[in-house]
C-alpha cells in the first residue's frame, strides 16, 4: 500500500518554471517506478515523463527538452522541474507509482495516485 501527496501547482506565464514534488508514503520495502500523468480538461489523462528507482526516466515527446523529472530516493520524493511553459501544459497534474517491473508511461500500469495539483499557464 503507498500513498501519495503532489504540490507546486500554480499559475505562470508563458515561458515560466513550476517544479511540482509528490511523496510517497508506504510501508514496504518495494521499489516503485514513479510518474507524472496530466489532464487538460476535455481531454485524456496522458503521461508526462516517468522515473524508475534506478534514476532511469523516460518523456513524453510533447515535454523533451523543458521538463525533467527527478528522485529523492531519501526524501521519498520525485520532482517535475517544469520551464518554457506554454498554455497548452494547463492541466491537473497527478503523480503515481507502482511496483511492477516496467517504468512506462502506462495509465494502466499504475496502482497508486495523488489527487492532483492545477498547473496553470497563461498566454
Known amino acids: 500500500q503507498a500513498h501519495l501527496e503532489e504540490s507546486g501547482g500554480g499559475s505562470v506565464q508563458s515561458g515560466g518554471a513550476l517544479r511540482l514534488s509528490c511523496v510517497l508514503s508506504?510501508?514496504?520495502?518495494?521499489?516503485?517506478?514513479m510518474a507524472w500523468f496530466r489532464q487538460a480538461p476535455g481531454k485524456e489523462r496522458e503521461g508526462v515523463a516517468s522515473?524508475?528507482?534506478?534514476?532511469?526516466?523516460k518523456y513524453d515527446d510533447s515535454v523533451k527538452g523543458r521538463f525533467t523529472i527527478s528522485l529523492d530516493n531519501v526524501k521519498s520524493t520525485m520532482y517535475l522541474q517544469m520551464r518554457g511553459l506554454k498554455p497548452e501544459d494547463t492541466a491537473m497534474y497527478y503523480c503515481?507509482?507502482?511496483?511492477?517491473?516496467?517504468?512506462?508511461?502506462?495509465?494502466?500500469?499504475?496502482?497508486?495516485w495523488g489527487q492532483g495539483t492545477q498547473v496553470t499557464v497563461s498566454s
Open positions: 508506504t510501508s514496504t520495502s518495494s521499489s516503485y517506478c
Open positions: 503515481a507509482a507502482h511496483s511492477h517491473w516496467s517504468c512506462g508511461l502506462g495509465e494502466n500500469d499504475y496502482d497508486y
Open positions: 522515473i524508475d528507482f534506478d534514476g532511469s526516466s
